[in-house]
């Protein structure tokens, strides 16, 4: 059974930092593709970031490039998401999710696959 285990969320001002976590079981990690997402409150669910534990290869959605950075400890089977100069508009729950692919990168923005295990979520509440 896939588990995806969130943590790391929390409030913070503007222009801060957090980093989230996500501990990863029951699946090979190491030849997957990790991602994180988030919901805004009556917003859509968006994919923010994702990586492929095999190679390493990330896509981000444009809004946050420059900003977050995700990354992975094969050895740990953790995947990262950290986040810098947060905004207002990064308050979400922030969600990480397993599936074989991350999606595709168009246009200078990424367009996630839909993906078949998710975490139960962090929140991120950023304030101005």
């Known amino acids: 059974e896939v588990q995806l285990v969130e943590s790391g969320g929390g409030s913070v001002q503007a222009g801060g930092s957090l980093r989230l976590s996500c501990a990863a079981s029951?699946?090979?990690?190491?030849?997957?593709?990790i991602g994180w997402f988030r919901q805004a409150p009556g917003k859509e669910r968006e994919g923010v970031a994702c990586?492929?534990?095999?190679?390493?290869?990330?896509y981000y959605k444009r809004s946050v490039k420059g900003r977050f950075t995700i990354s992975s400890d094969n050895a740990k089977n953790m995947v990262y998401l950290q986040m810098n100069g947060l905004k207002p508009e990064d308050t979400a729950v922030y969600y990480c999710?397993?599936?074989?692919?991350?999606?595709?990168?168009?246009?200078?923005?990424?367009?996630?696959?839909?993906?078949?295990?998710w975490g139960q979520g962090t929140q991120v509440t950023v304030s101005s």
């Open positions: 999710a397993a599936d074989r692919r991350c999606g595709v990168f168009y246009a200078g923005d990424y367009y996630p696959t839909d993906f078949g295990s």
């Open positions: 990586i492929t534990t095999d190679d390493g290869a990330t």
């Open positions: 029951g699946f090979a990690f190491g030849s997957d593709a």
